[in-house]
């Protein structure tokens, strides 16, 4: 059975950073996994898509609230997936889900990841 485990959310003054990481466990890349990503939901709001990738090296997908801000990767053989997040704002107050699944061609839709984490908690403020 695929587990993930996040670590590295916090609290944040606007304008820092923060890296997030996703251990992984029982991952068969290309047998039950060929995705990965980072989902979030505020409260109040509905889970949405933050950054993913498909772990054979096929392609990233950032969402538009990520682009140019976070950067998603990957290092298959210690089965880790990080978010680095650079310049956060106060909206990017979430908890953050790691994600992986076998993905078909709408990688960016939740409905792909079969395997989620527990969560960790991103609160940017002053």
């Known amino acids: 059975q695929v587990r993930l485990v996040e670590s590295g959310g916090g609290s944040v003054q606007p304008g820092g950073s923060l890296r997030l990481s996703c251990a992984a466990s029982g991952v068969a890349y290309g047998v039950n996994v060929n995705c990965m990503g980072w989902f979030r939901r505020a409260p109040g709001n509905e889970r949405e898509g933050v950054a993913v990738?498909?772990?054979?090296?096929?392609?990233?997908w950032y969402f538009d609230t990520a682009k140019g801000r976070f950067t998603i990767s990957q290092d298959n053989a210690k089965n880790t997936l990080w978010l680095q997040m650079n310049r956060l704002k106060p909206e990017d107050t979430a908890m953050y889900y790691c994600a992986a699944g076998l993905c078909g061609d709408r990688v960016t839709s939740l409905d792909e990841y079969q395997y989620w984490g527990q969560g960790t908690q991103v609160t940017v403020s002053s």
């Open positions: 990738l498909r772990t054979g090296g096929g392609g990233e």
